[in-house]
């Protein structure tokens, strides 16, 4: 992948040459605008960042932070743009995800895995993140009486409490 060079001059229709998607985020309407019916004009993609409704592709607002259980969160509107709600949703999805508020447990968990969780004697709701995001991974989980018991919310129905 090349890298990018900046070379700060003024926006020429032969820029788009060669391109199947463009991105104008100038901060000059007008000069947004002529990319974006430039780009229409030449049949290329793009994405208007000053004027979403202009342009003809959307970017999906998506979470920067590590992928949670292989999972990667990515929001896009429908209809009309509205940037802003969409990374407010994107802002709380992985809120959820981050304190495992959300399921993201695979459906074909790796075969053989065992993990051992030292819960104490304390409460459920002590017990960390990535240790409910095991629980909620899990096909078979054996407790003894000393630690945390009772996992609702935690786990689903196909997971055996031994």
């Known amino acids: 992948v090349p890298a990018v060079t900046w070379i700060p001059r ?13 991105h104008t985020a100038t901060g000059v309407d ?21 004027h979403a409704p202009d342009g003809s592709a959307r970017l999906a607002a998506q979470a ?16 009309t743009p509205d940037p802003r709600r969409v990374v407010k949703v994107r802002d709380r999805l992985q809120e959820m995800l981050d304190t495992s508020a959300l399921p993201t447990a695979p ?30 991974s899990a096909d ?10 009772g996992f609702p919310g935690w786990v689903s129905d196909r997971v055996e409490i031994i």
Not at 30 to 49: K, P, T
Not at 140 to 149: A, C, E, K, N, Q
Request: hydrophobic share 45%; net charge negative; charged share 25%.
């Open 10 to 22: 003024r926006y020429r229709e032969s820029d788009l040459d060669g391109a199947w998607l463009v």
């Open 30 to 50: 007008l000069v947004d605008a002529e990319v974006a019916a430039a780009a229409d004009r030449l049949r290329i993609w793009c994405v208007d960042a000053g």
């Open 64 to 79: 920067t932070e590590d992928s949670v259980d292989g999972v990667t969160l990515g929001v896009v509107s429908t209809g």
């Open 107 to 136: 459906v074909r968990p790796p075969a053989g895995r065992v993990v051992l969780l030292g819960g104490g004697p304390g409460p459920r709701d002590l017990m960390t993140v990535r240790a409910q995001r095991v629980l909620q």
């Open 140 to 149: 078979v989980i054996v407790h003894d009486r000393l630690g945390p018991t």
